[in-house]
């Protein structure tokens, strides 16, 4: 059997707590089913035994609290909510227990952004983390050293692992039943709990938000200048003439400070105008496509692809919407 600590940790939102234990202790209800014993002792484990949540909203009676833990298996970190600094400090308390449970041999599971406290131990350094799109920016800012992906919802490294985006952590304990009980148990548990386990990537999902918190003006104001136009169709160079700077160095700021070369960004801007308009509008894609510049429209459709996953067709009938969006 394997021991499963889910962490209650300050600032988590308490249904991830709940649907893990739930989930978890569901697959021991199938194993009995199959007349076989059960694989996971599954415990919510605190700082104390009563945990304050939501502003003492909810109370939580945790199972046990790490001082009563000496050895587990896999700690389970669940998805934090709101001001992610102060939810590090809130939870310093756990640290060094993590750490030695990892030591120990345990497996570490850090639920979307979770990965925040994980991160703040040193464990996820010149490793690699998936991370919510939406918070993104501020995690590379906080922990440069971590190796963020783009795209994929799961990461396994090192008996660690991570995952990206809101309920995308369904996806990521299916991952884990699989690693331990086979895919059959994982297929099982989708089945039951009507969760897409093919699920790979928050590319769909995710709107593009460039990189701001670097402080370098110019590079800001390129920024700006993008994104003010996203139909416009100027090149590099007359962006740096506009902004009143030399192209080659500029160009390595510019990748240094948002993680994209400008002609990544200028991609990303028109994608994401594209998209806003499938959704809104009810212009042909082809009109779409020609108005952010593109006369090559396979060339535009490949590029699509890549930023959501989708193509422009399947992006409309997945988001079309019957009035107007909303943004961030």
Known sequence: ?????????????????????????RVNDFLRYQQKEPYFTIEIVGLQKTIGFNNGLY???????????????IVI???????????????????????????????????CVGSFFLASTGLLNRKKCAI???????????????????GNIITDESGIYTCAGGYSYLNLLLYIIEKHLGREMSILASKMFEIDIERKSQNPFAIFLGQRRHGDNEVLAAQQLI??????????????????????????????ATGNSIAEYIQRVKVEY????????????????????Y????????????YTDLSPVDYRKKYKTSGNTLSL
């Not at 919510?132 to 783009?150: L, S």
């Not at 136009?229 to 009143?244: A, K, L, V």
């Open 295 to 306: 006369n090559d429209i396979d060339a535009f459709r490949k590029l699509f692809r890549r």
């Open 1 to 25: 059997m394997k021991h499963i600590s889910i962490l209650a940790l300050h600032y988590a939102t308490i249904n991830s707590i709940d649907s893990c234990q739930q989930m978890l202790s």
């Open 59 to 73: 109370n939580l009676n945790a199972n046990t609290t790490i001082s009563e833990v000496e050895h587990t298996d």
């Open 274 to 293: 594209v998209k806003q308009q499938l959704e809104s509008n009810r212009k042909t894609i082809n009109e779409v496509i020609y108005e952010v510049g």
């Open 77 to 111: 970190l669940p998805l934090l909510c709101g001001d992610f600094p102060k939810a590090i400090q809130a939870n310093e308390g756990y640290r060094e227990w993590v750490l030695s449970q990892y030591r120990n041999g345990a497996e570490i599971a850090a639920l």
């Open 227 to 256: 994104e003010n136009d996203p139909t416009g169709t100027f090149s590099i160079d007359e962006i740096c003439t506009r902004i009143g700077v030399g192209r080659r160095t500029f160009e390595r700021r510019f990748r240094a």
């Open 132 to 150: 919510h799109w939406a918070a993104k920016e501020e995690f590379r800012t906080m922990f440069p050293e971590v190796a963020t992906v783009d």
